[in-house]
Structures are given as C-alpha cells and as structure tokens.
C-alpha cells in the first residue's frame, strides 16, 4: 500500500486513482501530522509526499520518519531549486518529482525506486524480439551480437524493455533515466533515440523503436 500524504484535495484524489488504476493500494491524508503518525502506525510500501503541508512540512516530515523508518519516499512539489533536492535526499527522500508532474512519469519513478529498494524485483534478463539485456552484466545482445550502448542509451533500453506496451514521451524518457527536469526544447532524447536505432539497425534489419506521432516512442510492434 501507498502512503499520499497531500493537502491539495484534486492532486490527492488524482494520485490515488492513478495508483490504483495501475495496481496499487492506496491510503491518503491531507496534513503532514496525520501523515507521519498514519506512516509510523503502518507498514508501507512507499510515501508519496508533498513539501508545504500544513501542521507538519515534508522536510520536518522525513526528518522524524527516517530516526526510526526506511520505507521509500519519493516527494512531489513545486520546490524544485537544488539545495532543496539535494537537502531532500540528505533527509532521506528516495527520489524528487517536480510539480506539474507527468502521472505515467510518477508512476514509472515509482517501480524504479521499489525496484532500487527490493521492494519490487524485476527479471535480470529482459527480452523483446531477438533483443536480450542483461541486468546484471549490462550488456545488451542482438542475434547474438553484443551492441555497444552510452550509459544513456543502455538506460533507455532497459526502461522500455520492462515497459513494452508504454508509449513514452521525450519527457517521461528523459526524467525517468536521468532524474533530472526535462526542458521542452531539449534535444537529447531525439540524438539518444537516433543513435539507438543506428546501432540496432547496425545488427538487425528488424525494427525496434517506432515513434508514435506527437506522443513519443514505444517498442515496435
């Protein structure tokens, strides 16, 4: 189960149905006082937290929950400056959404962190077409033939691999493997994507990557 902790009614309601349309349970509260005792009462699975709650903030939240408690927590709000990301994790924060948030980007950063955790395990071997990616070595092979890959590009791979009916867009891509905030007028994911298909059709005529006009790429079908 999933701990919402958000005072904002219409964005609480939102993760929760998101949530649980994707197959998680879910309990909420609107002040980070209710949440830290409802957190400290209950065995969770993950905390979603807002920053500026009333009562008790986000940052006096996990100050308190991390004496006693590890459960992930990964924090949404609009304070998005890097001293505060970077205090964040000091307290103990798992992972930072900035607000105004992709609902698919929450949910992928979730899995990513249960998995990170233990929470949640994943195959070490991942397989589409005649593509196979090894978790544990990181090694991506084609028809037996082992593909050179960045850092960036193994990443992508892997994500869409372990997602292979997700249209992604450049956004959800590019947060989702960095963890960084992603600028509309960025061109990265377009270079990133182009190289993979460069490198793919280097050991296969068969397609991989298709790109899903104005919404992104998913794994060709």
């Given at each position: 189960m999933i701990l919402?902790?958000?005072d904002d009614k219409m964005i609480n309601n939102l993760l929760c149905k998101v949530l649980s349309d994707n197959g998680f349970e879910t309990d909420s509260t609107y002040d980070g006082a209710e949440g830290l005792?409802?957190?400290l009462d209950k065995d969770y699975e993950m905390i979603l937290l807002d920053l500026m709650l009333p009562k008790k903030t986000g940052e006096e939240f996990l100050a308190e929950y991390r004496k006693t408690r590890n459960t992930p927590a990964i924090v949404l709000s609009a304070k998005n400056?890097?001293?505060n990301r970077i205090e964040l994790l000091r307290l103990g924060a798992d992972d930072y959404i900035s607000k105004?948030?992709?609902v698919d980007e929450v949910i992928l950063r979730i899995e990513a962190v249960l998995r990170r955790t233990g929470a949640v395990t994943s195959p070490s071997?991942?397989?589409?077409?005649?593509m196979k990616l090894d978790k544990d070595s990181k090694r991506v092979i084609i028809d037996d033939n082992e593909m050179s890959c960045t850092v960036m590009e193994y990443k992508i791979l892997e994500l869409m691999l372990e997602?292979?009916?997700k249209v992604f867009s450049k956004r959800n891509l590019f947060e989702s493997v960095t963890g960084e905030d992603y600028l509309s007028d960025d061109n990265t994911m377009n270079v990133h994507m182009s190289n993979l298909r460069k490198k793919i059709g280097?050991?296969?005529e068969d397609s991989y990557i298709d790109t899903?006009?104005?919404?992104?790429y998913r794994l060709s079908k």
């Amino acid at each position: 189960m999933i701990l919402v902790v958000e005072d904002d009614k219409m964005i609480n309601n939102l993760l929760c149905k998101v949530l649980s349309d994707n197959g998680f349970e879910t309990d909420s509260t609107y002040d980070g006082a209710e949440g830290l005792t409802k957190a400290l009462d209950k065995d969770y699975e993950m905390i979603l937290l807002d920053l500026m709650l009333p009562k008790k903030t986000g940052e006096e939240f996990l100050a308190e929950y991390r004496k006693t408690r590890n459960t992930p927590a990964i924090v949404l709000s609009a304070k998005n400056e890097v001293v505060n990301r970077i205090e964040l994790l000091r307290l103990g924060a798992d992972d930072y959404i900035s607000k105004p948030f992709d609902v698919d980007e929450v949910i992928l950063r979730i899995e990513a962190v249960l998995r990170r955790t233990g929470a949640v395990t994943s195959p070490s071997v991942l397989e589409y077409k005649n593509m196979k990616l090894d978790k544990d070595s990181k090694r991506v092979i084609i028809d037996d033939n082992e593909m050179s890959c960045t850092v960036m590009e193994y990443k992508i791979l892997e994500l869409m691999l372990e997602n292979p009916n997700k249209v992604f867009s450049k956004r959800n891509l590019f947060e989702s493997v960095t963890g960084e905030d992603y600028l509309s007028d960025d061109n990265t994911m377009n270079v990133h994507m182009s190289n993979l298909r460069k490198k793919i059709g280097k050991l296969t005529e068969d397609s991989y990557i298709d790109t899903v006009y104005s919404m992104g790429y998913r794994l060709s079908k």
